[in-house]
DNA sequence: TAGCTGGAACTAAGC
DNA sequence: CCGCTTAGTTCCAGC
C-alpha cells in the first residue's frame, strides 16, 4: 500500500535560511522571480513540498546550507543557484511559452496533443501552486466540481516572504466574503454518451474538464507554455495522471477577495503551467510506516507550516483541539455527477462541533478542514475525496476554501465570540471517481473499498513567549472517528459506534454490550488478536444473546481468551460481522491476566480507568468500562480492518494507541533526552519533542499524574516516557495510527540518531 | 427552482 | 470464457 520508497530514495534536498530569503529576493531564476513578486495569500505558504496530493511529504531536514535556529523547511527538489550563496532545489521543467495568438481549446485554454500540453499564456498573476503548504485562501466558494478553480498566489517562493506579522494577520483577519457563485455541484447531469469511465468518460473529469497542468509542486515559471510530455494518445491516462484532479485543478475563476491581493478583477487567472513527475520524479515520500514526522513537536515557524500529511497532536500545553460531537459514521458522499448531498451530520442530529480548549487570546483563528484518510495509516489528505463546501439557507457557518497541496480545505473562523467554538455544518465530502486518481501516476492508493474518510480539523495558534520563541505557531489537528462514505456499504455494512466494556480478565463471561447500526439478526461479534506479523493468531466468536439485542444493539458475552495465563494484558479486537465482506470496523478489547487486579495497585481504583470520567451504570465485574465516544478521538483505527488487513502484510495485531503502547514497550525507549524549553526543530531526533518533554505535560491536572504519562500526540508518534503502566489514562488523548512495527521502528531510529546526534562531529 | 436525499439502474472488476 | 457477485458510478424521483 504505501509507497515502497525507502530512505535512501529520497533524493530531494531541504532547506532552509531564513536570513536569506530577503537578500534572494531579486532571485535572477524566472522561476523565483515571479513567484516572489505574488501577492500573499491570507495564510503564509509553506515551502513547497514538492508533492502530489496524497503524497507523504517529506519531513523536514536540516538545512545543508546553514543550519538556522534549527527550523526547517521542505524545499523543491532540484538544485538552481539564486544567489552566490544560496542554492534552492527547484524542479526541473521544460517549458515553452507560447503566444497568445495560439489557438486553445475555448474552455480550458490547454489542449493536447500526442506530444505536448499547451498551456496559453496567462495573467503572471494567475496561477496556483498545488502543492503550497499552507494555501491561501480562495476566494471562490465555488466547490468541486463548480469550483475547481482555485488560485492561488501563494507559492513556494511567496512562503520565503512571509513574515510572522502576516500569519499573525491572518490569523487576526480571517475573513469571509459571501460567495459570488454558488458552491454545489450543478445538479444533475444527462447522460450523453455511454462511454464508460475512465477512458472515454462520458464528462471530464475532475481531472481532464479542469485543466491539466501538472504539478510540480514547486513555484514553476510563470511564463506560460508548453510542456513537453511525450503523452501518446493511446497513453492519455496515463499522462493525465500526471494532471491529477488534486494537483491541477484549473478553471477561470473570478478574482479573489482580500486575501488575496487584487491584481486585475475583470481578469481570470489561471494555475500555472506547471510540470509532473516526468521530470520531477518526486518520491512517494515517505513510507508510512517509516515517517518520522510524527515525531516532531507541533509547533513551527510561522513560514513553514505542517504539510496536510503530517500527523499532529491535538493538545500542546493548555491548548486541545477536540471534536465535542463526531459526524455520524455515514455520510454518502456525492460525485462529480451528482448535486450535493449536503453537509456532514452528527450522530445526535445536528452537524459537527469543534472546539479549541485553552485559547484565550482575542484574536480570533482559523481552523482547516479537510478530508482525511482513514485507514489504519497515519492520517494524511484522502486521495479519493474532496471536502466540499456547502452553502444554502441551512447552512450558518461562513467558510472558506483553499488548496493546499492539491487537498481542498475548507477554512472556518474559530472566534472567541464564540468560545472558539465552531459549528462545522458546511463540509460536504466529494468523491472522486477511483479511476481518475488511481491513474495518477506515484498514487499507490486504490479506491476500491476505500471509502473510509475522517474530517480532519487543523489549527494554528501564534505562540509568544514564553510557550516559544516569537514568530511560532503551534499546529493542532484532530481527526473526527471514521465516515463511510459509500452508499452500499453505509447500507449494508455494520458499524459499531461504542462498546460498553473495553476491558475484562482473560476468563470473559462479561456482558458486553455493542452499539452500532446495520445489526441484522444472523449478525455475529468475534474477538480476533494479529500476532506481529499480522497473521491472525487467534479468532473466537462470542455468543449474541439475540432477546437483548436490536438492530442497533447486540448484546453479547466476551469469550474466554486463548490463554487465561498470561501475566500481561492482551490486546484484541473485536468486530461485527453479517457475513463474507460485511465486517465492521475494529474496536479494541483488552484482556487483563488473571492476577492483574491483586498486582496492580492502580487497578483497584478502576474508577481511574475510566475514560471521560463516565461511570457505567452497572459495572460488571472484571471488567472496566468507559464512556466510549471521546471527544476528541476514536478508536476505532486503532485496530486494523479486518477486511483489508490480511492483505497488508505486518500490521499490528491491535490497538497501537497508549494501551497498547503500554504493553513493553518502555524497556525500548531511548534515555530521556535532555528538555528544551521548545523545540528549535520540528524533527530533532535527538532532542524530544515537546510531546516527550516531561515539563509540557498534556495533562498537568491528571489524577494520575504520578505516573509518567504518553504524550499528547492525536496522530502517531514514539512512545513517550511512561513507563510499566499497565492501565488506560483518563483523558487521554488518542494516539491515532501507530502500529507496532512503527513504534518499533521509530525506536530505533531515535536510538540511531540519538547515538549519532550524540558523537563529536 | 435548486438543492438535498434515497433508491436503484447500470457498469466494470473480481472471483 | 462465462456466470455470478461485488462495488463504483450515474441517474431518477420525491421532497
Not at 484518510?373 to 471536502?387: C, E, L, V
Not at 493546499?404 to 462545522?424: F, H, R, V, Y
Not at 486503532?638 to 502484510?649: A, I, L, N, V
Request: proline share 12%; glycine share 6%.
Amino acid at each position: 500500500m504505501s509507497s515502497g520508497w525507502e530512505e535512501g530514495e529520497l533524493d530531494f534536498k531541504l532547506i532552509f535560511e531564513e536570513e536569506q530569503q530577503h537578500q534572494d529576493s531579486t532571485v535572477s531564476d524566472s522561476q523565483l522571480t515571479s513567484t516572489l513578486s505574488q501577492p500573499m495569500g491570507i495564510l503564509p505558504s509553506p515551502p513547497p513540498s514538492n508533492h502530489r496530493a496524497g503524497m507523504h511529504s517529506p519531513p523536514p531536514r536540516r538545512a545543508l546550507v546553514r543550519e538556522f535556529s534549527g527550523t526547517y523547511e521542505s524545499l523543491p527538489a532540484r538544485s538552481v543557484q539564486v544567489s552566490e550563496s544560496r542554492v534552492l532545489e527547484c524542479p526541473s521543467i521544460q517549458i515553452t511559452t507560447i503566444s497568445p495568438d495560439d489557438d486553445f481549446t475555448p474552455e480550458g485554454g490547454t489542449y493536447w496533443d500526442r506530444d505536448r500540453l499547451y498551456l496559453p499564456l496567462l495573467d503572471p498573476y494567475c496561477y496556483r501552486d498545488s502543492s503550497m503548504g499552507a494555501g491561501s485562501l480562495s476566494p471562490s466558494p465555488a466547490s468541486s466540481p463548480s469550483s475547481r478553480g482555485w488560485l492561488s498566489p501563494a507559492s513556494s517562493c511567496d512562503s520565503l516572504l512571509v513574515e510572522d506579522e502576516e500569519l499573525s494577520e491572518a490569523t487576526t483577519h480571517f475573513c469571509l466574503s459571501p460567495s459570488s457563485r454558488p458552491t454545489s455541484p450543478g445538479g444533475k447531469k444527462r447522460r450523453n454518451s455511454p462511454l464508460p469511465s475512465p477512458s472515454h468518460s462520458r464528462r471530464g473529469s475532475y481531472s481532464e474538464e479542469h485543466v491539466q497542468f501538472l504539478d510540480t509542486g514547486d513555484s514553476a515559471p510563470q511564463s506560460q507554455g508548453q510542456i513537453e510530455l511525450s503523452i501518446p494518445q493511446k497513453t492519455r491516462k496515463t499522462s493525465l495522471e500526471q494532471v491529477s484532479s488534486r494537483d491541477v485543478e484549473l478553471e477561470q475563476i473570478p478574482a479573489p477577495n482580500t486575501s488575496c491581493p487584487p491584481s486585475d478583477l475583470g481578469q481570470l487567472r489561471r494555475e500555472p503551467p506547471t510540470l509532473g513527475m516526468d521530470y520531477l520524479s518526486v518520491p512517494n515520500t515517505l513510507g508510512w510506516g517509516r515517517t518520522r514526522a510524527s515525531a516532531h513537536s507541533p509547533i513551527f515557524r510561522s513560514n513553514a507550516l505542517p504539510p496536510l500529511d503530517w500527523p499532529l497532536p491535538c493538545q500542546f500545553d493548555q491548548y486541545e483541539l477536540r471534536i465535542d460531537v463526531q459526524p455520524r459514521p455515514h455520510h454518502r458522499a456525492h460525485y462529480e455527477t451528482e448535486g450535493s448531498r449536503g453537509a456532514v451530520k452528527a450522530s445526535p442530529g445536528g452537524h459537527p462541533v469543534v472546539k479549541l480548549v485553552g485559547y484565550a487570546e482575542r484574536q480570533p483563528l482559523s481552523l482547516q478542514v479537510f478530508v482525511g484518510t482513514a485507514d489504519d495509516r497515519s492520517i494524511r489528505p484522502h486521495p479519493f475525496y474532496q471536502i466540499h463546501r456547502v452553502t444554502g439557507k441551512m447552512v450558518g457557518t461562513a467558510s472558506q476554501e483553499s488548496m493546499q497541496a492539491g487537498t481542498k480545505l475548507l477554512e472556518i473562523p474559530l472566534n472567541p465570540e464564540t468560545n472558539m467554538t465552531a459549528l462545522i455544518d458546511c463540509a460536504g465530502v466529494l468523491k472522486l471517481r477511483n479511476s481518475d486518481i488511481e491513474l495518477r501516476k506515484g498514487e499507490t492508493d486504490v479506491g476500491r473499498k476505500n471509502t473510509r474518510v475522517r474530517l480532519v480539523f487543523r489549527t494554528h495558534l501564534p505562540l509568544a513567549p514564553p510557550l516559544a520563541p516569537p514568530g511560532r505557531v503551534l499546529a493542532l489537528q484532530v481527526a473526527s472517528q471514521p465516515i463511510e462514505c459509500s452508499q452500499r456499504s453505509a447500507q449494508e455494512l455494520p458499524t459499531i459506534e461504542s462498546i460498553s466494556i473495553t476491558s475484562c480478565l482473560v476468563d470473559g463471561g462479561v456482558e458486553l454490550l455493542v452499539n452500532g447500526s446495520n445489526f441484522l439478526p444472523t449478525s455475529r461479534v468475534l474477538f480476533m488478536e494479529r500476532g506481529s506479523d499480522g497473521k491472525l493468531q487467534w479468532e473466537e466468536e462470542a455468543h449474541v444473546d439475540r432477546d437483548k439485542s436490536t438492530e442497533n444493539v447486540l448484546c453479547v458475552r466476551v469469550p474466554a481468551y486463548s490463554d487465561v495465563c498470561v501475566s500481561q494484558p492482551v490486546c484484541v479486537c473485536l468486530y461485527v460481522t453479517n457475513g463474507k465482506r460485511k465486517r465492521s470496523s475494529t474496536h479494541c478489547f483488552k484482556y487483563l491476566p488473571m492476577l492483574c487486579k491483586e498486582e496492580d495497585p492502580l487497578l483497584s481504583r478502576p474508577s481511574l480507568l475510566l475514560l471521560d470520567g463516565v461511570m457505567p451504570l452497572c459495572p460488571p465485574p472484571h471488567s472496566h468500562e468507559y464512556s466510549y465516544t471521546t471527544p476528541g478521538g476514536y478508536h476505532d483505527e486503532f485496530c486494523p480492518q479486518p477486511e483489508t488487513s490480511e492483505d497488508r502484510g505486518p500490521v499490528n495485531e491491535c490497538d497501537p494507541s497508549f494501551q497498547s503502547l503500554e504493553l513493553g514497550f518502555s524497556e525500548l525507549l531511548p534515555p530521556l533526552y535532555p528538555p528544551h524549553p521548545w523545540p528549535d526543530s520540528p524533527y530533532l531526533s535527538s532532542s524530544p519533542s515537546p510531546s516527550h518533554s516531561s515539563s509540557i505535560s498534556p495533562f498537568p491536572s491528571s489524577p494520575v499524574s504520578t505516573s509518567p504519562l504518553p504524550p499528547p500526540l492525536q496522530s502517531h508518534g514514539p512512545p513517550a516516557y511512561h513507563q510499566e503502566s499497565h492501565m488506560t489514562f483518563i483523558g487521554a488523548p488518542p494516539m491515532q495510527h501507530i502500529t507496532l512495527d512503527e513504534v518499533n521502528e521509530f525506536i530505533g531510529e531515535d536510538i540511531r540518531m540519538f547515538h549519532t546526534d550524540s558523537r563529536p562531529v
